[in-house]
């Protein structure tokens, strides 16, 4: 049974990939489950035994992104963190959601029509709930003068756009990984929200540090005259 | 004869919008001519008098925002200006052509796998520029010292990424305006390339210089005492 129930979480996984593949190569509705099952080279019957029908693979890639999307994002704004924090954490692991699934995401982007309308209904309310949590940290920021003045919903949607477009661009065997795009997607929102004032304390890296360090030397010597 | 050039004009506009309509609700593959004539309520042998089938419509859907987003934002590149305004202008002006056809958008997006493949080639070239050309823009600003130390490429990807997204939420009769959307996408990517030095850049005195040296210099030893 333990042996079951192990085979039970990584099957379907690999179900989920095999149909999102199939999905945004032929469309949700031109993919059948006898495909599906030869693509993964195994019996419709073992398929049928996961899924019961093609909806039903929707369904469980929806919840996959959209409904985990929303979760994850709920509990950095329970913590109560700094908005700085908060925000950063937000942005990385959105990022990091999407950028570990892209297919799937454009699947569930261009399927959702497609999806029973109670778990429509369902994957709708996650995602205002996940624009909502973005909306009400960056808010935090703003009301602490820590962010610009900024349209926080606006802005929310810019940075859940941001994050959300890497499924059209990113190539796991790119020159970056999907953390180190992560990074630059929560740094690039952060320096967008921070003030100039608060900016200067952020923490720069080496590189950034002494190009700062060689400017603000010639800087110098040209205030004191030594450089004609 | 004027007359008629200037319908063909205007009626183009209106077939490209109901068939796009049209092929979000129901998919590109899922509508027919016929369907898009009874949208318009005009005869097949009208709409046919201007394409010749679907795919005529498709291509013309995907020429009037692929390649004029290239097209706009390779005049902004020639003209040599400050990064600052050059980044500008490309942000707000890609933002715009999104925010005024969102529709159409979604369904270059979705439908693109529809296209003959000559036309693939094209729109796919268009993208490929249009992502050099932010790219570029970017990488100058960082090679002259105005915007930090980023990723020139994936900050471009982000930045465009932020743009296409608001096809996805922008709603025409909500409270702000195209324009407004724009400038604010347009904002928040300049304040997240632009360094904070560069803002506070006037005239310092010897005093002032040496503090922000040894703050720098601080800042420097603590950024490699924690790489060790």
Redesign the interface.
């Known amino acids: 049974m333990a042996r079951q129930s192990s085979k039970i979480n990584v099957v379907p996984q690999a179900i989920l990939e095999a149909a999102a593949n199939l999905f945004i190569?032929r469309?949700y509705?031109?993919t059948s489950m006898h495909e599906i099952a030869k693509e993964l080279g195994v019996s419709r019957t073992a398929l049928y035994y996961y899924y019961k029908n093609k909806e039903e693979i929707l369904v469980s890639l929806t919840e996959g992104l959209t409904i985990v999307a929303k979760q994850l994002a709920a509990q950095v704004v329970e913590q109560e963190k700094e908005p700085e924090d908060a925000l950063r954490e937000l942005v990385h692991q959105h990022a990091k959601l999407i950028l570990l699934h892209p297919v799937q995401f454009r699947v569930v982007?261009?399927a959702e029509?497609s999806l029973p309308p109670a778990q429509k209904k369902v994957a709708e309310s996650a995602r205002r709930i996940l624009l909502q949590k973005f909306t009400e940290v960056i808010q935090r920021g703003v009301d602490r003068g820590r962010f610009?003045l900024?349209?926080a919903k606006?802005?929310a949607?810019?940075?859940?756009?941001?994050?959300?477009?890497?499924a059209?661009?990113f190539k796991s065997n790119g020159k970056?990984s999907a953390d180190e795009?992560a990074d630059?997607?929560a740094?690039?929102?952060l320096?967008?929200?921070?003030r100039?004032e608060v900016?200067?304390e952020s923490?720069?890296?080496?590189?950034?540090?002494?190009?700062?360090?060689e400017?603000?030397?010639s800087?110098?010597k040209e205030?004191?005259g030594t450089q004609k």
């Not at 949607?157 to 890497?166: H, R, S």
């Open positions: 190569q469309g509705e031109g982007d261009q029509g610009r900024v349209d606006v802005t949607f810019a940075i859940i756009g941001m994050c959300n477009w890497t059209w661009w970056k795009i630059i997607l740094d690039f929102s320096h967008g929200l921070e100039a900016k200067k923490k720069l890296g080496v590189d950034e540090s002494l190009r700062l360090l400017e603000n030397l800087q110098l205030v004191i």
